[in-house]
């Protein structure tokens, strides 16, 4: 069974950059989109970006000169980074993989992270 | 980027009733690429639907979707006091592949 863990620092001050890692456990990295969603509290679910089996990585437009999406196939993990942080940037930030080889949906999620940020 | 706007915000029903719930895109989907997620409180989203009419595996046949165009649905057939939660439609077309603000369904 796939299961997604993650992990990264949970309060920032502002203009520091926040850095997420996730690892999956029970599946592979190949042929899977790998996306990044948050939702700041009491709101909505957020789609940040992801990166595909070849590599190519999508943005959400409000987010992209900072966010960059990354993956390691030799740690099966995937990587978050958002420079330049705000309070408006607080939340919880969820990895999640494709259901199916090619899919860009997500169909495993990781448990979230909080990430505050906070002077 | 497709805008989608989810009716209505909050949906009081009780256990054993229908729930029928709304999401409308700006422009067309393509290719039925909607999927429905389901969020209860402290937990991440579980997949449901995608294709707009398919069912994610393991997901009881009480949930389906439907529509095309701009227009879709998610019914839930006799409500089980587990299926009170928060619904999102996704867009996963193109890029940006954005997120209804949610349905609530709640006793």
């Known amino acids: 069974q796939v299961q997604l863990q993650q992990w990264g620092a949970g309060l920032l001050k502002p203009s520091e950059t926040l850095s997420l890692t996730c690892a999956v456990y029970?599946?592979?990295?190949?042929?899977?989109?790998w996306t990044w969603i948050r939702q700041s509290p009491g709101q909505g679910l957020e789609w940040i970006g992801e990166?595909?089996?070849?590599?190519?990585?999508s943005y959400s437009p409000s987010l992209k000169s900072r966010v960059t999406v990354s993956v390691d196939t030799s740690k099966n993990q995937f990587s978050l980074k958002l420079t330049s942080v705000t309070a408006a940037d607080t939340a919880v930030y969820y990895c999640?993989?494709?259901?199916?080889?090619?899919?860009?949906?997500?169909?495993?999620w990781g448990p979230g992270t909080l990430v505050t940020v906070s002077s | 980027e497709i805008v989608l706007t989810q009716s209505p915000g909050n949906l009081s029903l009780s256990p054993g009733e229908r729930a029928t719930l709304s999401c409308r895109a700006s422009?067309?989907?393509?290719?039925?690429?909607l999927a429905w997620y389901q969020q209860k409180p402290g937990q991440a989203p579980r997949f449901l639907i995608y294709g707009a009419s398919s069912r994610a595996t393991g997901i009881p046949d009480r949930f389906s979707g439907s529509g095309s165009g701009t227009d879709f649905t998610l019914t839930i057939t006799r409500l089980e006091p587990e299926d009170f939660a928060v619904y999102y439609c996704q867009w996963y077309g193109w890029p940006p592949r954005t997120f209804g603000q949610g349905t609530k369904v709640e006793v």
């Open positions: 029970g599946g592979s990295l190949s042929g899977y989109h």
């Open positions: 990166i595909n089996h070849n590599g190519v990585t």
């Open positions: 422009q067309t989907i393509t290719n039925n690429y």
């Open positions: 999640a993989r494709g259901p199916y080889t090619d899919w860009p949906l997500a169909g495993h």
